[in-house]
């Protein structure tokens, strides 16, 4: 992780426990070693898109759904998610556990791939979550942006840790390559003529941007 380790632990020591089915996610994620949203990142996902009052939200990488979960644990019961899965099997698995928590009416889950499936997307839309492949990011932007309404917020994982300052305080050796269009990202975010962006230092890094 990207914060001192006694940081860490009192943010562990003051998260509620998960329930049932949020635990059965991420046992899963552990065992199988299935990349799943760290546990303050997805809350701080639930707060934002809470308290924004979204209505619709697309998401690029469902996942198992640990993310969905939080997103869609925040949308009213007429509200819409569009989250986007390469992965059959873990598609499988979001499917079994979201109808399994109740949500299913919120929920369009595709198995698709986002840079196919977005330009059928249409907006706008309160909120874009970007947690699929970070390399494809860049190019996501361009699909992604558009569909936002003004004030709407697009929230991207991952943006600090490729950074080399944070690898090194993680022990994380990653190619060079994606460390710099970890940067590049990081950069094209904060410079966005339509974009108001902060870099949040929770789990592997969030980017938190406002369209204009």
Request: aromatic letters at 2%.
């Given at each position: 992780?990207?914060?001192r380790?006694?940081?860490?632990?009192?943010?562990d020591?003051?998260?509620?426990?998960p329930?049932v089915?949020?635990?059965?996610m991420?046992?899963h994620?552990?065992?199988?070693?299935?990349?799943?949203?760290d546990?303050?990142?997805g809350?701080l996902?639930?707060?934002?898109?809470r308290?924004?009052g979204a209505r619709?939200?697309?998401?690029?990488g469902?996942?198992?759904?640990?993310?969905t979960l939080h997103?869609?644990?925040?949308?009213p019961d007429d509200?819409?998610?569009?989250s986007f899965?390469l992965?059959?099997?873990?598609?499988?698995?979001?499917?079994?556990y979201?109808?399994?928590a109740r949500l299913?009416?919120?929920?369009d889950?595709r198995?698709q791939d986002?840079h196919?499936?977005?330009?059928?997307?249409?907006?706008p839309?309160?909120l874009?979550f970007?947690?699929?492949i970070?390399t494809?990011?860049?190019?996501m932007l361009?699909?992604?942006?558009?569909?936002?309404?003004?004030?709407?917020?697009l929230?991207?994982?991952?943006v600090?840790?490729?950074?080399?300052?944070?690898?090194e305080?993680?022990g994380?050796?990653r190619?060079?390559?994606?460390?710099a269009?970890g940067l590049?990202?990081?950069?094209?975010?904060?410079?966005?003529p339509e974009?108001v962006t902060t870099?949040v230092?929770?789990?592997e890094g969030l980017a938190?941007?406002a369209?204009?």
């Amino acid at each position: 992780m990207i914060v001192r380790d006694s940081v860490r632990t009192y943010l562990d020591a003051t998260r509620p426990q998960p329930d049932v089915l949020l635990a059965e996610m991420e046992a899963h994620g552990a065992r199988d070693r299935v990349p799943i949203l760290d546990p303050h990142s997805g809350a701080l996902l639930h707060v934002v898109a809470r308290a924004m009052g979204a209505r619709r939200i697309v998401e690029v990488g469902t996942a198992i759904g640990v993310s969905t979960l939080h997103l869609a644990r925040a949308l009213p019961d007429d509200g819409e998610l569009i989250s986007f899965e390469l992965d059959r099997e873990r598609h499988a698995a979001a499917l079994s556990y979201l109808t399994r928590a109740r949500l299913r009416a919120r929920l369009d889950l595709r198995l698709q791939d986002a840079h196919e499936g977005l330009p059928q997307v249409e907006g706008p839309v309160d909120l874009v979550f970007l947690d699929g492949i970070a390399t494809q990011y860049d190019a996501m932007l361009e699909q992604v942006v558009p569909l936002l309404r003004p004030g709407g917020v697009l929230v991207v994982d991952n943006v600090l840790v490729d950074d080399p300052i944070a690898n090194e305080r993680a022990g994380v050796a990653r190619g060079e390559e994606r460390s710099a269009a970890g940067l590049d990202l990081n950069a094209r975010l904060l410079e966005h003529p339509e974009l108001v962006t902060t870099l949040v230092p929770v789990g592997e890094g969030l980017a938190v941007a406002a369209r204009r």
